[in-house]
């Protein structure tokens, strides 16, 4: 008995676990799961992408641009991270990796 409760605890921590696996593939990728959430999709993209790559936790977007033919998802801005760091990032397509640069400081 008490190993057919842990296959079916087992069975559903699994599907849990390939649902939520499926749903970061369809950010990552910038795919509309949810028609009219686009932009919570590139932005969850953006965050997933800092954190992975630059170590980032997103604390605001300091500003966002749709570039010519947003029906591509082309897109640029900047982001701030928790520990003050900025990063300007650019996307030419939805399908695409965001391009994710440090953001130096000019000095007059």
């Keep these: 008995m008490l190993r057919n409760d842990f296959k079916t605890t087992g069975a559903s921590a699994l599907v849990r ?22 932009d919570e ?29 947003p ?3 082309a897109i640029e801005g900047r982001a701030r991270c928790a520990d003050g760091r900025e990063f300007d990032f650019t996307r030419a397509k939805a399908h695409q990796k965001f391009d994710i640069r440090l953001c ?5």
């Design 41 to 69: 999709l590139w932005e969850s993209t953006l965050r997933l992408q800092l954190m992975d790559e630059r170590k980032c936790q997103l604390e605001r977007l300091v500003f966002v641009r749709e570039l010519p033919a």
């Design 71 to 73: 029906q591509l998802g």
């Design 104 to 108: 130096m400081p000019t000095v007059c």
């Design 17 to 38: 676990r390939l649902a939520s696996l499926a749903l970061l593939v369809a950010v990552a990728i910038g795919g509309a799961a949810v028609p009219g959430h686009a």
